[in-house]
T-cell receptor, first 117, second 115 residues
């Protein structure tokens, strides 16, 4: 499909394990964003990639969280030594460059629902 | 200071009536974009409407319109002729292309359409 693809759609793992979440953005989109959404809450910004620039990591909650984007396309969000409070839906979005007035919207994937037992 | 403020955690509207969801924003950048997204209970984020800071007219997309009041820094979403399928969370967001293209989201408004 032509949309943002995230995998896995659901992940259940034990506390202390590492997890990797994958995001495949829309082809040609230079910007890629990761968000976390807890049940019934808003979106919490995690990290943002724009082209070849250094990523904006200001939203990562701890050093257990990291992300990379290879070749300006696919991105992987890694959570090490997972904790129960990491349970949430992790959303990935991509967009074209901002343009005048920043008019390019984000297109979201369906998210990965992460549950830490 | 919050970049995006949505002061209505929950709203109710009668089917076929119009409803306004409030959004105010904070920026000193003359160039910015404002967006509204819908998130149904199924979880996907759906882009609804966009308003650019330089746009002279209010944006419209079908039953959605954006009441853009630049001096007041407000970008309220108006949904006309509400339908049961409009029941969802609605998020207002802003993008500042001159300061890194980050998107800032509000905390959302939960809309329930009553039959």
């Amino acid at each position: 499909g032509a949309g943002v693809s995230q995998s896995p759609s659901n992940k259940v793992t034990e506390k202390g394990k590492d997890v990797e979440l994958r995001c495949d953005p829309i082809s040609g989109h230079t910007a890629l964003y990761w968000y976390r959404q807890s049940l019934g809450q808003g979106l919490e910004f995690l990290i943002y990639f724009q082209g070849n620039s250094a990523p904006d990591k200001s939203g990562l909650p701890s050093d257990r969280f990291s992300a990379e984007r290879t070749g300006g396309s696919v991105s992987t969000l890694t959570i090490q030594r997972t904790q129960q409070e990491d349970s949430a839906v992790y959303l990935c979005a991509s967009s074209l460059g901002g343009g005048i007035g920043g008019g390019q919207p984000q297109h979201f994937g369906d998210g990965t629902r992460l549950s830490i037992l | 200071a919050q970049k995006i403020t949505q002061t209505q955690p929950g709203m109710f509207v009668q089917e076929k009536e119009a409803v306004t969801l409030d959004c105010t924003y904070d920026t000193s950048d003359p160039s910015y974009g404002l967006f509204w997204y819908k998130q149904p209970s199924s979880g996907e984020m759906i882009f609804l409407i966009y308003q650019g800071s330089y746009d002279q007219q209010n944006a419209t997309e079908g039953r959605y319109s954006l009441n853009f009041q630049k001096a007041r820094k407000s970008a309220n979403l108006v949904i006309s002729a509400s339908q049961l399928g409009d029941s969802a969370m609605y998020f207002c967001a802003m993008r500042e292309p001159n300061t890194g293209n980050q998107f800032y989201f509000g905390t959302g408004t939960s809309l329930t359409v009553i039959p």
